[in-house]
Nanobody
Framework: VQLQASGGGLVQVGDSLRLSCTSS????????VGWFRQAPGKEREFVGS????????YYSDSVKGRFTISRRKGENMVYLQMNNLKPEDAAVYYC?????????????????WGQGTQVTVSS
């Protein structure tokens, strides 16, 4: 499974962005999907995740209440809606799919990663 994250860009503080994650080669409709981000000089950090059904979602404390992950059953797409963006949200955002149906905050839970999309937040 090769994943592709898209939708990043340059925004101002307080703006919103919606990132998308899809795969052109294979469906991941039955797989848990996670979003991670990595800023320059920092380790990759968990942002949020969603189970295959969309019924379970998890978020890091830093984005809880501002970011929302969603997916529609049967669609080979997962979204990350980011509202009220802050300078500290600037990073390259990656989506990842697991072989498992569940969601998790652990990097080791995910087996397939895509190239990221850059999010820049200007103050």
């Amino acid at each position: 499974v090769q994943l592709q994250a898209s939708g990043g860009g340059l925004v101002q503080v307080g703006d919103s962005l919606r990132l998308s994650c899809t795969s052109s080669r294979r469906t991941f409709t039955n797989n848990g999907v996670g979003w991670f981000r990595q800023a320059p000089g920092k380790e990759r950090e968990f942002v949020g995740s969603i189970s295959w059904s969309g019924e379970s979602t998890y978020y890091s404390d830093s984005v809880k209440g501002r970011f929302t992950i969603s997916r529609r059953k049967g669609e080979n797409m997962v979204y990350l809606q980011m509202n009220n963006l802050k300078p500290e949200d600037a990073a390259v955002y990656y989506c990842a799919a697991s072989r498992y149906a569940s969601a998790s905050s652990q990097v080791s839970h995910y087996h397939y990663w895509g190239q990221g999309t850059q999010v820049t937040v200007s103050s």
